[in-house]
């Protein structure tokens, strides 16, 4: 930290009120912080003692870095606001935590002459005391502009984490590749333990915590030749045999465990470990699972929606 700044907080959400108590513990002053929910309220007093609570062009208007929270189909709109009610003003460093938006969602507050932060953390946050120490040695993903560079650089220093610049035409891109693997997988572990509990496991997470811990630690160091199980061997039988039970058990896991299981069939396709002719037996089986479903029974529930 080159010297204390003067932190203004629009939406102490999970991830807003846990940057701010950590930017709070590197020497910052948290000014004041802006929170409509009672979460909100209750997270702010939680996590940033003694902050004030204030209206959002109060807070903006208090800080020399301004740090938007918001969801991402709010943002545009708060700094449209707050640039058009004199709230932002030149020299003032803009920061948002958005994934998905780059630079041009901040548009009309460099407009005004705001400095433009795009800083964006790759965690999952709770929203408590326990997320601060996860921050250590966490990627944020930053797209700055050649002046900005090196205080965007600072503050992620601050935080405890790493900076990984994503130029602006990439922002979607890069957000697309945390939510497919962080929600995603969120979404097929609770359906692998719906599956086991089902099977009679008292503990599907400890049963499953070994294999998944050592399965996404190989597929992190080795990517596709970490793949194991029926696929990579070709077990036309077990696949069948898998498919005849999820959709008799839990048939709205049947569409998500054959699109994983035609996505990986095409991954180790490609790199040789199964030849065409057993895959396009596989393709079949896959195929023919979801053909099968007896009419009237609802496979598109929202856990297929979410992937």
Same mark, same amino acid.
């Given at each position: 930290?080159?010297?204390?700044?003067?932190?203004?907080? !629009?939406? $102490?959400?999970?991830?807003? #009120?846990?940057?701010?108590?950590?930017?709070?513990?590197?020497?910052? *002053?948290?000014?004041?912080?802006?929170?409509?929910?009672?979460?909100?309220?209750?997270?702010?007093?939680?996590?940033?003692?003694?902050?004030?609570?204030?209206?959002?062009?109060?807070?903006?208007?208090?800080?020399?870095?301004?740090?938007?929270?918001?969801?991402?189909? /709010?943002?545009?709109?708060?700094?449209?606001?707050?640039?058009?009610?004199? $709230?932002?003003?030149? @020299?003032?460093?803009?920061? %948002?935590?958005?994934?998905? %938006?780059?630079?041009?969602?901040?548009?009309?507050? !460099?407009?005004?002459? $705001?400095?433009?932060?795009?800083? %964006?953390?790759? /965690?999952? &946050?709770?929203?408590?005391?326990?997320?601060?120490?996860?921050?250590? @040695?966490?990627? &944020?993903?930053?797209?700055? @502009?050649?002046? *900005?560079?090196?205080?965007?650089?600072?503050?992620?220093?601050?935080?405890?984490?790493?900076?990984? &610049?994503?130029?602006?035409?990439?922002?979607?891109?890069?957000?697309?590749?945390?939510?497919? @693997?962080?929600?995603?997988?969120?979404?097929?572990?609770?359906? $692998?333990? *719906?599956?086991?509990?089902?099977?009679?496991?008292?503990?599907?997470?400890?049963?499953?915590?070994?294999?998944?811990?050592?399965?996404? +630690?190989?597929?992190?160091?080795?990517?596709?030749?970490?793949?194991?199980?029926? !696929?990579?061997?070709?077990?036309?039988?077990?696949?069948?045999?898998?498919? #005849?039970?999820?959709?008799?058990?839990?048939?709205?896991?049947?569409?998500?465990?054959?699109?994983?299981?035609?996505?990986?069939? +095409?991954?180790?396709?490609?790199?040789?470990?199964?030849?065409?002719?057993?895959?396009?037996? !596989?393709?079949?089986?896959?195929?023919?699972?979801?053909?099968?479903?007896?009419?009237?029974?609802?496979?598109?529930?929202?856990?297929?929606?979410?992937?």
């Amino acid at each position: 930290m080159t010297q204390p700044l003067r932190v203004g907080v !629009i939406g $102490a959400g999970r991830v807003g #009120a846990v940057l701010a108590a950590a930017l709070r513990a590197a020497g910052h *002053e948290i000014v004041a912080v802006a929170g409509e929910s009672d979460a909100s309220r209750h997270r702010a007093a939680d996590l940033l003692p003694g902050v004030p609570l204030d209206k959002p062009t109060a807070v903006a208007k208090a800080s020399d870095v301004l740090l938007l929270t918001v969801p991402d189909d /709010m943002l545009d709109n708060v700094a449209t606001t707050l640039s058009a009610a004199g $709230a932002i003003r030149p @020299g003032q460093v803009v920061v %948002h935590t958005s994934g998905r %938006h780059g630079l041009a969602v901040l548009t009309p507050a !460099i407009a005004v002459g $705001a400095r433009a932060i795009a800083m %964006h953390p790759a /965690m999952t &946050f709770t929203g408590t005391d326990l997320d601060l120490p996860r921050l250590r @040695g966490c990627v &944020f993903g930053v797209t700055a @502009g050649p002046g *900005e560079r090196a205080l965007a650089e600072t503050l992620v220093a601050d935080l405890g984490g790493l900076p990984m &610049f994503v130029p602006e035409d990439k922002r979607t891109l890069y957000h697309a590749g945390l939510a497919h @693997g962080a929600n995603h997988l969120v979404t097929l572990v609770t359906q $692998a333990m *719906e599956l086991l509990g089902a099977a009679g496991a008292d503990d599907p997470a400890a049963t499953l915590r070994p294999l998944l811990s050592a399965a996404l +630690d190989n597929a992190l160091a080795h990517g596709d030749s970490a793949l194991t199980g029926p !696929i990579v061997r070709g077990d036309v039988g077990t696949i069948r045999g898998h498919l #005849a039970e999820i959709a008799a058990t839990a048939p709205h896991t049947l569409p998500s465990y054959v699109a994983m299981a035609r996505a990986t069939l +095409d991954r180790v396709v490609t790199d040789g470990r199964v030849l065409p002719i057993r895959a396009n037996r !596989i393709r079949q089986v896959l195929d023919d699972a979801l053909a099968d479903v007896p009419a009237g029974l609802d496979v598109s529930a929202s856990d297929h929606e979410r992937l």
